[in-house]
């Protein structure tokens, strides 16, 4: 990452961590508040990471079973686990595409396989999917999840056909005799 800041004194915010590295290798981690650095020793304050709660909104376009495309947004809440902050800092490049991929994956796994119908009623099922999932990669440095399936899915602009797509659906469910 290298050496952002080698003065003698930083203060690390509220909800933060900071990563101090002696001579370009990971030292210790630094707590809140006033901390005092030895540049002269090679001690340096290499990065500050939050450890607040981050959102991040993934938009997803799937086809459902009936071959409608949907508009599919899962909002996911994440934070840094304070103890794992230095796996956080030096492992991760980019936690929000890791962390997208992993709802890709699950979503574009489950919502082929129902119908538009289905997709709306169990739309809570595929949310503890991609909880479930998540919950997997436990052991990474963001995994604290917020647990709250019923808001993780949101169905948005429900159809990328607009109406077209709905009187399709209903004209061959009409065509099959189903209500």
């Not at 409608?68 to 980019?94: P, T």
């Not at 997997?136 to 109406?163: A, H, M, T």
């Amino acid at each position: 990452m290298g050496n952002a800041n080698c003065v003698f004194c930083g203060c690390i915010e509220q909800a933060s961590v900071g990563v101090v590295e002696k001579w370009g290798r990971f030292d210790r981690l630094a707590e809140p508040g006033l901390n005092f650095f030895n540049p002269l020793a090679g001690e340096c304050l290499s990065g500050i990471l939050s450890t607040r709660i981050s959102s991040l909104d993934v938009k997803i376009e799937t086809k459902t079973k009936d071959n409608v495309f949907v508009h599919l947004v899962c909002s996911i809440q994440y934070r840094v686990i304070r103890q794992n902050a230095d796996d956080a800092f030096y492992e991760l490049q980019n936690p929000k595409e890791q962390i997208q991929a992993y709802v890709f994956d699950v979503v574009r796994a489950h919502v082929p396989k129902m119908n538009l119908d289905e997709l709306f009623e169990q739309k809570d099922e595929v949310a503890k999917a991609v909880l479930e999932e998540l919950e997997k990669v436990n052991s990474c440095p963001y995994g604290d999840w917020k647990r709250n399936p019923r808001s993780i899915l949101n169905l948005e602009q429900n159809l990328f056909n607009g109406k077209e797509g709905i009187g399709r659906i209903v004209r061959g469910k009409e065509s099959k005799g189903e209500n």
